[in-house]
């Protein structure tokens, strides 16, 4: 019942923790001007992982300088359901959160969804599909990391292919139309391995924001993936 690579609806979403923050609305604008779908946000809070980063106040910046594409909420914090009323309030369009990090991971999805967000969960590389099962019919996103969360520019973690497997036949067997994510050390390079394994949806950071033209990395990712 896995819905063919050609028919997926595959989408982009360039990670801001590898863009410019100096200019972030221009980097965010020429990344989506680039052919990228979403804007992707990892949102970091030096205690549920080792890196601390932005929170809803850069979303909303984003909002009133203009963007208007989806906005792809991380959250790698804890607790998590009052950062989920702020990036709400702020403009997310997902926001995704691990449920080890929530006291109650059913009450923060439906949290997600009555704040008119659009849920999504995360399991780190170690932790298993079996963990989550409950919730996937309940959730928009469900979020592979293929690197141990938090700093940019790691490289893939091999074994997340057969996790991607496993991650895509469960949510095809059941009938489920939530998007499968992958972040960490997508590139060009293995894009269109990462999609064969089942992916739809793909985090890329400092293979984007470090390229020296955008446009050129994105149709690359593209024209990969419609060769599928």
Same mark, same amino acid.
């Given at each position: 019942m896995s819905i063919p690579q050609a028919k997926r609806d595959f989408k982009i979403a360039p990670s801001i923790l590898s863009a410019d923050f100096a200019r972030l609305g221009e980097e965010v604008d020429a990344v989506l001007k680039a052919g990228a779908d979403f804007v992707h946000f990892d949102v970091m809070d030096n205690h549920y992982v080792p890196n601390l980063t932005f929170g809803p106040? !850069?979303?909303k910046a984003l909002r009133n300088y203009g963007i208007t594409a989806p906005i792809d909420v991380h959250l790698m914090v804890d607790p998590v359901d009052d950062l989920v009323k702020t990036f709400a309030d702020a403009g997310a369009t997902y926001i995704s959160f691990h449920p080890d990090a929530s006291r109650h991971a059913d009450r923060t999805v439906k949290l997600i969804r009555d704040l008119g967000c659009k849920p999504g969960v995360v399991l780190n590389p170690a932790v298993t599909l079996e963990s989550v099962k409950h919730l996937l019919d309940q959730v928009d996103m469900l979020l592979l990391m293929s690197v141990n969360p938090g700093f940019g520019g790691q490289k893939f973690i091999p074994y997340t292919l057969d996790k991607l497997k496993e991650a895509r036949a469960r949510l095809d067997d059941a009938g489920l139309e939530a998007r499968l994510e992958v972040d960490g050390g !997508?590139? @060009?390079?293995n894009i269109a391995d990462v999609a064969r394994?089942?992916?739809? @949806? *793909? !985090?890329?950071?400092?293979? %984007? *924001?470090?390229?020296?033209?955008?446009?050129? !990395? %994105?149709?690359?990712m593209r024209d @990969?993936?419609?060769q599928l």
């Amino acid at each position: 019942m896995s819905i063919p690579q050609a028919k997926r609806d595959f989408k982009i979403a360039p990670s801001i923790l590898s863009a410019d923050f100096a200019r972030l609305g221009e980097e965010v604008d020429a990344v989506l001007k680039a052919g990228a779908d979403f804007v992707h946000f990892d949102v970091m809070d030096n205690h549920y992982v080792p890196n601390l980063t932005f929170g809803p106040m !850069v979303c909303k910046a984003l909002r009133n300088y203009g963007i208007t594409a989806p906005i792809d909420v991380h959250l790698m914090v804890d607790p998590v359901d009052d950062l989920v009323k702020t990036f709400a309030d702020a403009g997310a369009t997902y926001i995704s959160f691990h449920p080890d990090a929530s006291r109650h991971a059913d009450r923060t999805v439906k949290l997600i969804r009555d704040l008119g967000c659009k849920p999504g969960v995360v399991l780190n590389p170690a932790v298993t599909l079996e963990s989550v099962k409950h919730l996937l019919d309940q959730v928009d996103m469900l979020l592979l990391m293929s690197v141990n969360p938090g700093f940019g520019g790691q490289k893939f973690i091999p074994y997340t292919l057969d996790k991607l497997k496993e991650a895509r036949a469960r949510l095809d067997d059941a009938g489920l139309e939530a998007r499968l994510e992958v972040d960490g050390g !997508v590139s @060009t390079a293995n894009i269109a391995d990462v999609a064969r394994a089942g992916a739809d @949806t *793909f !985090v890329a950071g400092s293979a %984007i *924001f470090g390229a020296q033209n955008y446009e050129s !990395v %994105i149709k690359q990712m593209r024209d @990969t993936l419609a060769q599928l």
